[in-house]
């Protein structure tokens, strides 16, 4: 309770500030709402699969999931920010992946974690959702925010992005190979090689 009070008093002075009341208290609701929603198909979905009614039973900390998403209307307004933490300083785009690294390192070892593990990671995710595709900008008559600099993406480090990108071109490229197969569609190379064939055929009339 003493965290969740804490937490709330500074991050959402910070974001009313710049939203207004009623803006902060309709991302809250929705938030909250949303991440309670996504948690319970969750267990529901884990107790049918595994039949371990602990599931079921296991009581959640629902505020934790607000506390989440204030962090990532904090990398939204004020990405460049820069946080003291402890001797380290870290920009405030930094903090809801570092929260959920944390969280998800953390479960591996407590098992009491697991209480509030899914409420953080669903906090940051219907967050980002909700600010990066529904929330209203008065100020620049904008609807989300598409910037790069929010993207899901963003939430991960510059090599993990190159990674995820290579392994997304080389999907793409396997894909559209197996198509251009399966409709008789000579893949690039082929076509490279018949261009070729074809310019000596030329050259050797000639």
């Known amino acids: 309770v003493i965290v969740s009070i804490v937490g709330l008093l500074l991050f959402g002075k910070v974001l009313e500030s710049l939203w207004g009341a009623k803006e902060l208290l309709k991302f809250i609701f929705i ?71 944390i969280s998800v390192a953390v479960s591996f070892f407590i098992k009491e974690s697991m209480s509030y593990l899914p409420i953080i990671l669903f906090g940051i995710y219907m967050s980002w959702i909700y600010l990066h595709y529904f929330q209203r900008r008065l100020e620049v008559g904008l609807k989300g925010d598409p910037s790069d600099e929010f993207s899901f993406s963003s939430f991960f480090p510059g090599f993990l ?36 064939d074809t310019e000596d055929d030329a050259f050797d009339k000639v």
């Open 31 to 101: 938030v909250n709402l949303s991440t309670s929603a996504c948690v319970f198909v969750t267990t529901i979905v884990l107790y049918y699969i595994t039949q371990e009614e602990s599931y079921l039973y296991t009581p959640v900390s629902r505020f934790c999931g607000v506390l989440s998403g204030l962090l990532v209307g904090i990398k939204q307004i004020l990405p460049d920010q820069e946080l003291n933490l402890f001797v380290l300083k870290i920009s405030a785009k930094w903090i809801p992946s570092i929260v959920a690294f």
């Open 161 to 196: 992005r190159e990674w995820g990108q290579r392994a997304l071109e080389q999907r793409l490229v396997e894909k559209l190979a197996a198509v251009r197969n399966a409709e008789g569609t000579p893949s690039p190379k082929q076509q490279l090689k018949q261009r070729e």
